[in-house]
């Protein structure tokens, strides 16, 4: 079974999207709570299998084994997921740079 990434919009390894490596929630209270609110879904909660791809930390947070087929979150430095599928950050962007109507 192939891990998927819970976040709002990343069709990371869904129906022929691209494969990415994923990583476990923390189990530090502080840093999984900004990982819940980064995935961004109504009346969720994390399970065993909610899992987030490598396209949402920036390069600094990771770090790539010798394989380059293994990677590793730097918990040291406090990892919290900030990057959006482009699809969701321009719909965003959209949303805030929209005149809204008058009634």
Known sequence: MVNKCCVVGCT????GGEVMPVFSFPKDDDLRKLWVRFVNRNCWTVTK???ICLKHFDESLVH???SEKRFRLLYNLKPVPTMYPASI???SLQAMFTP???K
Do not use: D, E, L
């Open 12 to 15: 990371s390894s869904y129906n």
């Open 49 to 51: 299998s909610s899992m």
């Open 64 to 66: 790539k084994g010798a």
């Open 89 to 91: 950050a321009t719909a």
């Open 100 to 102: 809204r109507k008058s």
